[in-house]
């Protein structure tokens, strides 16, 4: 038995990327991200201790974001071998008797929870936190265009750690920026202050106006560039 | 890149039932377009204006793009009387056509992709098996298989501990050979015939030769078409996609002898197609 080698698409990154809201990701989730390029599981212990894995299962490969949450364990879907937060194969169901060696184990990425924000970091060493800017959480999109063509519609004011600040329908808002591959957008609308359900709903319409002038300027399929080698063609996994 | 071993073999493209007289099905084998045509008496297989070779066999058409090695293999219980013959037709999957056979060969997934019908959670443990690559026939042999199903075939009520054998006689093509719930002593045969359609995309078309009188022919089509569109939900979430040939790029257990086994023997027969020589 052998350690899986390094994914074939990890690239090394210096800085934090938003790749979910806190709110609604709750104990137990287990979704698909991408940080960098990089096919990513995110999830959540049932004590919410939070957990960002290359996104294949050393067994065979298998993606580990349609894994399923046992306490504090990550199962992968294909043969059920379970993953402890060290991300250290604890159990092989095909072998209820053995105790994996210490090599088979998943590869772990840098995960963070902070202002209404999940971050994902490829690093090498746990970069800083990100700066201090709280917010909360309104609602997550996938665009089909890229970073590029958002910027150019919307009126960034202030833009630090993948996060824009800007104004929308009134309202001082943050937008967490994430790149998907084949020329997507992951973005994630945080509000300054605190606002009533009728103001997150007017914002969340605002929002998908938003995509829809991007996706008119860029069309997915003239967009869609080799970012990614093998990208998913699913789309399954919209930005939670 | 096609290498002539992909190229020399027969490959599974069509359903006989699918040749009306006049048809002309067009389909893809290992990225080029063919045709089968069928004039009203003869089927033909054609690449442009080149003929290509054919047969009629096992309820399928198979063709080759090269110069076949050897006649495609034998399946001797799947000609016997009192069998039924079930082709399930074609099911498109994402996934390279070795990755789809050797899924086929895993047992230890059943209770947690196909959960309740093949495999149950509190019986997950694959107890040792035997494995052979038989050198004088070319083929991958694993005997002694048992695994407790739930459910093993339509035809099976409750849970029992199902035996399986299963035999690779072609890089894409699989046999299995279970319990036969309603004949003490005989097997039934489920087949994979798997037609490359490139390195990463195939089309699956399972056969099977049951002794079952009762069961309606839907619902048997129907049991298999479930289970594969759960195999399907995995097949195509792998990585890489192309199946690993470097040991040290996956991480097998003694349950996986049968994919190990297979492996190798792909390796030693260099059979490449589909597959990833080099780690990445
Ligand atoms: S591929 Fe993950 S347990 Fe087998
Ligand atoms: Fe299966």
Same mark, same amino acid.
């Given at each position: 038995?052998?350690?899986?080698?390094?994914?074939?698409?990890?690239?090394?990154?210096?800085?934090?990327?938003?790749?979910? $809201? =806190?709110? !609604? +990701?709750?104990? %137990?989730?287990?979704?698909?991200?991408?940080?960098? *390029?990089?096919?990513? @599981?995110?999830?959540?212990?049932?004590?919410?201790?939070l957990?960002?894995?290359?996104?294949?299962?050393?067994?065979?490969?298998?993606? $580990? =974001?349609? !894994? +399923?949450?046992? %306490?504090?364990?990550?199962?992968?879907?294909?043969? *059920?071998?379970?993953? @402890?937060?060290?991300?250290?194969?604890?159990?092989?169901?095909a072998h209820?008797?053995?105790?994996?060696?210490?090599?088979?184990?998943?590869?772990?990425?840098?995960?963070?929870?902070?202002?209404?924000?999940?971050?994902?970091?490829?690093?090498?060493?746990?970069?800083?936190?990100?700066?201090?800017?709280?917010?909360?959480?309104v609602?997550?999109?996938?665009?089909?265009a890229?970073?590029?063509v958002?910027?150019?519609?919307?009126?960034?004011?202030?833009?630090?750690?993948?996060?824009?600040?800007?104004?929308?329908?009134?309202?001082?808002?943050?937008?967490?920026?994430?790149?998907?591959?084949?020329?997507?957008?992951?973005?994630?609308?945080?509000?300054?202050?605190?606002?009533?359900?009728?103001?997150k709903?007017?914002?969340?319409?605002?929002?998908?106006?938003?995509?829809?002038?991007?996706?008119?300027?860029?069309?997915?399929?003239?967009?869609?560039?080799?970012?990614?080698?093998?990208g998913?063609?699913?789309?399954?996994?919209?930005?939670? | 890149?096609?290498?002539?071993?992909?190229?020399?073999?027969?490959?599974?493209?069509?359903?006989?039932?699918?040749?009306?007289?006049?048809?002309?099905?067009?389909?893809?084998?290992?990225?080029?377009?063919?045709?089968?045509?069928?004039?009203g008496?003869?089927?033909?297989?054609?690449?442009?204006?080149?003929?290509?070779?054919?047969?009629?066999?096992?309820?399928?058409?198979?063709t080759?793009?090269?110069?076949?090695?050897?006649?495609?293999?034998?399946i001797?219980?799947?000609?016997?009387?009192?069998?039924?013959?079930?082709?399930?037709?074609?099911?498109?999957?994402?996934?390279?056509p070795?990755?789809?056979?050797?899924?086929?060969?895993?047992?230890?997934?059943?209770?947690?992709?196909?959960?309740g019908?093949?495999?149950?959670?509190?019986?997950?443990?694959?107890?040792?098996?035997?494995?052979?690559?038989?050198?004088?026939?070319?083929?991958?042999?694993?005997r002694?298989?048992?695994?407790?199903?739930?459910?093993?075939?339509?035809s099976?009520?409750?849970?029992?501990?199902?035996?399986?054998?299963?035999?690779?006689?072609?890089?894409?093509?699989?046999?299995?050979?279970?319990?036969?719930?309603?004949?003490?002593?005989?097997?039934d045969?489920?087949?994979?015939?798997?037609?490359?359609?490139?390195?990463?995309?195939?089309?699956?078309?399972?056969?099977?030769?049951?002794?079952?009188?009762?069961?309606?022919?839907?619902?048997?089509?129907?049991?298999?078409q479930?289970?594969?569109?759960?195999?399907?939900?995995?097949?195509?979430?792998?990585?890489?996609?192309?199946?690993?040939?470097?040991?040290?790029?996956?991480?097998?257990?003694?349950?996986?002898?049968?994919?190990?086994?297979?492996?190798?023997?792909?390796?030693?027969?260099r059979?490449?197609?589909?597959?990833?020589?080099i780690?990445?």
């Amino acid at each position: 038995m052998t350690q899986q080698s390094p994914s074939p698409t990890a690239k090394p990154s210096s800085s934090w990327i938003p790749v979910a $809201l =806190s709110a !609604g +990701f709750r104990p %137990g989730s287990n979704i698909r991200v991408f940080a960098d *390029g990089n096919d990513i @599981a995110l999830w959540s212990s049932f004590s919410g201790k939070l957990s960002a894995w290359v996104n294949r299962c050393p067994h065979r490969g298998m993606r $580990l =974001s349609h !894994g +399923f949450v046992r %306490g504090e364990m990550l199962a992968c879907i294909y043969h *059920g071998w379970h993953f @402890a937060q060290d991300a250290n194969c604890k159990y092989i169901p095909a072998h209820p008797e053995l105790v994996p060696g210490e090599m088979i184990c998943a590869q772990a990425h840098h995960a963070h929870e902070q202002d209404g924000l999940l971050w994902v970091s490829c690093a090498e060493e746990e970069p800083d936190a990100p700066a201090r800017l709280p917010g909360f959480g309104v609602r997550s999109l996938l665009i089909d265009a890229p970073r590029p063509v958002l910027a150019g519609v919307l009126e960034v004011t202030h833009e630090a750690q993948g996060r824009w600040e800007l104004t929308l329908a009134d309202q001082p808002v943050i937008l967490g920026v994430q790149d998907w591959p084949e020329g997507r957008t992951g973005v994630h609308l945080l509000t300054k202050e605190a606002v009533s359900a009728e103001t997150k709903k007017m914002l969340s319409r605002e929002l998908e106006a938003m995509r829809r002038t991007c996706e008119a300027i860029a069309p997915v399929s003239a967009s869609a560039s080799a970012s990614v080698p093998s990208g998913p063609s699913s789309r399954s996994g919209d930005a939670a | 890149m096609i290498n002539e071993i992909a190229l020399n073999d027969w490959y599974p493209v069509a359903m006989a039932s699918e040749l009306k007289p006049g048809c002309r099905l067009n389909r893809v084998l290992m990225e080029r377009e063919i045709q089968i045509s069928n004039d009203g008496d003869k089927t033909h297989a054609f690449e442009g204006s080149r003929v290509l070779p054919l047969q009629i066999r096992y309820d399928h058409v198979w063709t080759s793009l090269g110069a076949p090695a050897r006649p495609l293999f034998e399946i001797p219980e799947g000609e016997q009387d009192g069998r039924r013959l079930v082709a399930c037709g074609r099911v498109h999957v994402r996934c390279s056509p070795l990755r789809a056979v050797e899924n086929f060969l895993d047992i230890a997934h059943f209770p947690y992709v196909h959960t309740g019908i093949l495999g149950a959670e509190d019986h997950p443990e694959v107890e040792r098996y035997d494995v052979e690559i038989d050198d004088e026939k070319d083929e991958v042999w694993a005997r002694q298989v048992k695994f407790f199903q739930p459910q093993a075939a339509k035809s099976a009520e409750g849970g029992i501990m199902a035996d399986y054998m299963y035999r690779v006689p072609a890089p894409t093509t699989s046999i299995l050979y279970k319990t036969c719930p309603a004949r003490v002593g005989e097997w039934d045969i489920i087949t994979l015939f798997v037609q490359p359609v490139s390195e990463t995309t195939c089309d699956v078309w399972p056969w099977m030769a049951l002794y079952d009188d009762e069961t309606p022919f839907n619902d048997l089509v129907q049991f298999q078409q479930t289970i594969f569109m759960q195999d399907r939900s995995i097949l195509e979430n792998q990585i890489p996609a192309l199946l690993p040939l470097d040991p040290k790029m996956e991480t097998p257990t003694r349950a996986d002898l049968t994919s190990i086994a297979y492996r190798r023997w792909l390796k030693r027969r260099r059979m490449f197609y589909g597959a990833q020589t080099i780690a990445a």
